[in-house]
T-cell receptor, first 109, second 116 residues
Framework: GENVEQHPSTLSVQEGDSAVIKCTYSDSASNYFPWYKQELGKRPQLIIDIRSNVGEKKDQRIAVTLNKTAKHFSLHITETQPEDSAVYFCAASFQKLVFGTGTRLLVSP | EAGVAQSPRYKIIEKRQSVAFWCNPISGHATLYWYQQILGQGPKLLIQFQNNGVVDDSQLPKDRFSAERLKGVDSTLKIQPAKLEDSAVYLC??????????????FGSGTRLTVV
């Protein structure tokens, strides 16, 4: 079945540094790749998404890149702030949304 | 627009008891999903409805879990009998796209189930 791998599982950075989270997917038919931020005890919130006909998308301090050939996609957060601390999930979708295992990001002041 | 509503927010039951969760999707969203999120893991799809029909229930433990979406709007997820490993957050989500183009997901706040 579909599988999404996510790395790293934890990531600690200093405020102002950049953070990169990487995912790979197995289903070559996947055509939609969202990223979610989940704070403790709260629902996953969509922060950015990309569709398979686009290689890169940026929204202020966050960007996502997609390499369909390699079946890789990545989340880039620049100028990190303490409020970016949360668990981030990637996901890949063709007919259903399959989530990665999550990355706990800790941004220290 | 109003979000995806779920109830209850929390539930504690003993093993072998039964429990039911309710979800009201965003108005007009044809596709509804139930996910199970065990602590420290990503959400796992249990079942997907398109209107009132089941699209995917391949990961639903059908010996104990059941779900329905009567009239293609609200949905209930039931566990009977519950096991300790069912302790998790149960998330409901809905989207306005067809099952072949699943984007535009919106998640509810979830129901945190603790089985003791």
């Amino acid at each position: 079945g579909e599988n999404v791998e996510q790395h790293p599982s934890t990531l600690s950075v200093q405020e102002g540094d950049s953070a990169v989270i990487k995912c790979t997917y197995s289903d070559s038919a996947s055509n939609y790749f969202p990223w979610y931020k989940q704070e403790l005890g709260k629902r996953p919130q969509l922060i950015i998404d990309i569709r398979s006909n686009v290689g890169e998308k940026k929204d202020q301090r966050i960007a996502v890149t997609l390499n369909k050939t390699a079946k890789h996609f990545s989340l880039h957060i620049t100028e990190t702030q303490p409020e970016d601390s949360a668990v981030y999930f990637c996901a890949a979708s063709f007919q259903k949304l399959v989530f990665g295992t999550g990355t706990r990001l800790l941004v220290s002041p | 627009e109003a979000g995806v509503a779920q109830s209850p927010r929390y539930k504690i039951i003993e093993k072998r008891q039964s429990v039911a969760f309710w979800c009201n999707p965003i108005s007009g969203h044809a596709t509804l999903y139930w996910y199970q999120q065990i602590l420290g893991q990503g959400p796992k799809l249990l079942i997907q409805f398109q209107n009132n029909g089941v699209v995917d229930d391949s990961q639903l433990p059908k010996d104990r879990f059941s779900a329905e979406r009567l009239k293609g709007v609200d949905s209930t997820l039931k566990i009977q009998p519950a096991k300790l490993e069912d302790s998790a957050v149960y998330l409901c989500a809905s989207s306005s796209r067809s099952s072949r183009a699943n984007y535009g997901y919106t998640f509810g706040s979830g129901t945190r189930l603790t089985v003791v």
